[in-house]
Protein backbone atom coordinates (compact mmCIF):
# COMPACT_ATOMS: atom_id res chain seq x y z
CA UNK A 1 0.00 0.00 0.00
CA UNK A 2 1.55 3.43 -0.35
CA UNK A 3 1.06 6.20 1.95
CA UNK A 4 1.19 9.86 1.66
CA UNK A 5 2.38 11.57 4.93
CA UNK A 6 2.27 15.52 5.10
CA UNK A 7 5.13 17.92 7.68
CA UNK A 8 5.15 21.36 8.42
CA UNK A 9 2.00 22.75 8.77
CA UNK A 10 1.40 24.90 11.97
CA UNK A 11 0.46 28.37 13.32
CA UNK A 12 1.61 31.54 11.97
CA UNK A 13 1.12 35.03 11.80
CA UNK A 14 0.11 36.34 8.79
CA UNK A 15 2.96 37.81 6.62
CA UNK A 16 4.68 34.92 7.53
CA UNK A 17 6.09 31.11 5.90
CA UNK A 18 5.88 27.82 5.86
CA UNK A 19 7.02 24.75 3.97
CA UNK A 20 4.66 21.52 4.11
CA UNK A 21 6.31 18.42 2.72
CA UNK A 22 4.66 14.99 1.79
CA UNK A 23 6.52 11.72 1.45
CA UNK A 24 5.18 8.92 -0.29
CA UNK A 25 6.36 5.83 0.45
CA UNK A 26 5.60 1.87 -0.34
CA UNK A 27 5.84 0.36 -3.54
CA UNK A 28 6.48 2.67 -5.88
CA UNK A 29 7.31 2.56 -10.07
CA UNK A 30 6.85 6.51 -10.28
CA UNK A 31 4.30 9.38 -9.54
CA UNK A 32 2.81 11.25 -11.90
CA UNK A 33 1.03 14.19 -11.26
CA UNK A 34 1.50 15.61 -7.27
CA UNK A 35 -0.44 18.26 -5.78
CA UNK A 36 -1.98 20.53 -2.22
CA UNK A 37 -5.58 20.41 -1.77
CA UNK A 38 -6.54 22.31 0.97
CA UNK A 39 -10.12 22.51 2.47
CA UNK A 40 -11.11 25.26 4.76
CA UNK A 41 -14.18 25.45 7.63
CA UNK A 42 -17.43 25.72 5.63
CA UNK A 43 -15.81 25.85 2.28
CA UNK A 44 -15.22 22.58 -0.45
CA UNK A 45 -12.35 21.07 -0.80
CA UNK A 46 -10.26 23.32 -3.35
CA UNK A 47 -7.09 22.13 -5.50
CA UNK A 48 -4.29 24.68 -4.45
CA UNK A 49 -1.05 23.84 -6.42
CA UNK A 50 -0.29 20.85 -8.62
CA UNK A 51 2.79 19.83 -10.68
CA UNK A 52 3.49 17.05 -13.14
CA UNK A 53 5.93 14.16 -12.97
CA UNK A 54 8.20 16.51 -15.49
CA UNK A 55 7.55 19.77 -13.37
CA UNK A 56 4.92 21.83 -14.88
CA UNK A 57 3.10 23.45 -12.05
CA UNK A 58 -0.50 25.25 -11.67
CA UNK A 59 -1.85 27.26 -9.22
CA UNK A 60 -5.29 28.62 -7.85
CA UNK A 61 -5.35 32.13 -8.51
CA UNK A 62 -5.59 33.22 -4.75
CA UNK A 63 -1.93 31.75 -4.56
CA UNK A 64 0.00 32.92 -7.41
CA UNK A 65 2.81 34.59 -7.06
CA UNK A 66 3.05 33.01 -2.94
CA UNK A 67 2.92 29.47 -3.02
CA UNK A 68 5.74 27.34 -4.99
CA UNK A 69 5.00 23.66 -5.20
CA UNK A 70 7.77 21.71 -5.88
CA UNK A 71 8.81 18.18 -5.96
CA UNK A 72 12.09 15.65 -5.66
CA UNK A 73 11.45 12.72 -7.96
CA UNK A 74 14.11 10.80 -6.12
CA UNK A 75 12.41 10.97 -2.88
CA UNK A 76 9.03 10.43 -3.86
CA UNK A 77 8.59 13.90 -2.19
CA UNK A 78 6.25 17.02 -3.41
CA UNK A 79 6.87 20.57 -1.09
CA UNK A 80 4.43 23.61 -0.97
CA UNK A 81 6.69 26.54 0.16
CA UNK A 82 4.08 29.02 1.34
CA UNK A 83 5.12 32.63 1.16
CA UNK A 84 3.28 36.13 2.92
CA UNK A 85 0.51 33.67 4.19
CA UNK A 86 -2.97 35.12 4.86
CA UNK A 87 -5.57 34.20 7.65
CA UNK A 88 -7.57 32.91 4.35
CA UNK A 89 -5.14 30.29 3.68
CA UNK A 90 -6.03 28.72 6.92
CA UNK A 91 -7.15 25.56 6.00
CA UNK A 92 -6.42 21.68 6.28
CA UNK A 93 -3.70 20.90 3.54
CA UNK A 94 -4.12 17.58 1.91
CA UNK A 95 -1.46 15.77 -0.50
CA UNK A 96 -2.23 13.94 -3.27
CA UNK A 97 -0.26 12.09 -5.26
CA UNK A 98 -1.35 9.18 -8.59
CA UNK A 99 1.18 7.15 -7.94
CA UNK A 100 2.27 4.01 -10.36
CA UNK A 101 3.10 1.65 -8.64
CA UNK A 102 4.76 -0.89 -11.10
CA UNK A 103 5.50 -0.65 -14.83
CA UNK A 104 3.14 -2.48 -16.17
CA UNK A 105 0.40 -0.69 -14.39
CA UNK A 106 -1.14 2.52 -14.54
CA UNK A 107 -1.34 5.45 -11.63
CA UNK A 108 -3.94 5.18 -8.70
CA UNK A 109 -5.07 8.23 -6.39
CA UNK A 110 -3.77 8.63 -2.98
CA UNK A 111 -3.93 11.09 -0.33
CA UNK A 112 -2.77 12.17 2.61
CA UNK A 113 -3.57 12.42 6.08
CA UNK A 114 -3.95 16.19 6.12
CA UNK A 115 -2.34 18.73 7.96
CA UNK A 116 -3.07 21.94 9.82
CA UNK A 117 -2.24 25.20 8.65
CA UNK A 118 -3.68 28.18 10.54
CA UNK A 119 -2.67 32.22 10.13
CA UNK A 120 -3.91 34.64 12.32
CA UNK A 121 -4.10 38.70 11.39
Known amino acids: QVQLVESGGGLVQAGGSLRLSCAAS????????MGWYRQAPGKQRELVASISSVGTTNYIDSVKGRFTISRDNAKNTVYLQMNSLEPEDTAVYYC???????????????WGQGTQVTVSS
Open 96 to 110: YGNVRRTASTTGGDY
Open 26 to 33: GRIFSINA
